[in-house]
């Protein structure tokens, strides 16, 4: 299971950061994905830390043990999406955590 | 275009079965471990199934184990997934989606299965 907060709300120009829990998070990296209303979700950060070709500067990950953090740095409204942490249990099935709403205002 | 079209998804009773279909075209699934991924009315993504590139590995996630079954056609460049013994909590859009390097880079647009009598 992985364990993110349901909501987290900006200022436009602020730094949000979305944390994601669970054990699986210690044994393999966690992917984060942002899904806008009415659309498919898209990768913006894998292997923890790396940032697929397109998606912002701004846009980072970290982990750490059984935690691992997506943070947008300096928030725009165009960032304001559902933020899904991904990862994989010890047989290799995904997990998905519940989501996070990203509200910049 | 690199695209994924979903296809099969429909009213269907408690207990019934339907089968979801796949057309990748603008590339070759036969290079991918491919998955399924759903997200019920209102609610978040939740990993339904994968299937390695040759077909010979398959997982699921506990939620569908022994009722749901994924398989592919490198040739029709289609991924398939059969699904049986349908409950309420199966109602959700259901995913295609492709993994390069374990990452989710390419989504279908979905197809809705709901459920109900």
């Known amino acids: 299971e992985l364990t993110q907060p349901p909501s987290v709300s900006v200022s436009p120009g602020q730094t949000a950061k979305i944390s994601c829990s669970g054990d699986?998070?210690?044994?393999?990296?966690a992917y984060w994905y942002q899904q806008k209303s009415g659309q498919a979700p898209v990768a913006v950060i894998y292997?923890?830390?790396k940032r697929p070709s397109g998606i912002p500067q701004r846009i980072s990950g970290s982990s750490s043990g059984t935690m691992a953090s997506l943070t947008i740095s300096g928030a725009q409204l165009e960032d304001e999406a559902v933020y899904y942490c991904?990862?994989?249990?010890?047989?290799?099935?995904?997990?998905f955590g519940g989501g996070t709403l990203l509200t910049v205002l | 275009e690199v695209q994924l079209a979903e296809s099969g998804g429909s009213l269907i009773q408690p207990g019934g079965s339907l089968r979801l279909s796949c057309a990748a075209s603008?590339?070759?699934?036969?290079?991918?471990?491919m998955h399924w991924v759903r997200q019920a009315p209102g609610k978040g993504l939740e990993w339904v199934s994968r299937?390695?590139?040759?077909?010979?590995?398959?997982a699921y996630a506990d939620s569908v184990e022994g009722r749901f079954s994924v398989s592919r056609d490198n040739a029709q460049n289609t991924l398939y997934l059969q699904m049986s013994s349908l409950r309420a909590e199966d109602t959700a859009v259901y995913y295609c989606?492709?993994?390069?390097?374990?990452?989710?880079?390419?989504w279908g647009r979905g197809t809705q299965v709901t459920v109900s009598s």
């Open positions: 989606v492709r993994a390069a390097l374990l990452v989710f880079d390419l």
């Open positions: 603008g590339f070759s699934i036969k290079n991918h471990w």
């Open positions: 299937i390695k590139s040759d077909g010979s590995v398959t």
């Open positions: 699986a998070l210690s044994e393999n990296y």
């Open positions: 292997d923890d830390t």
């Open positions: 991904f990862s994989r249990d010890i047989r290799g099935r995904g997990l």
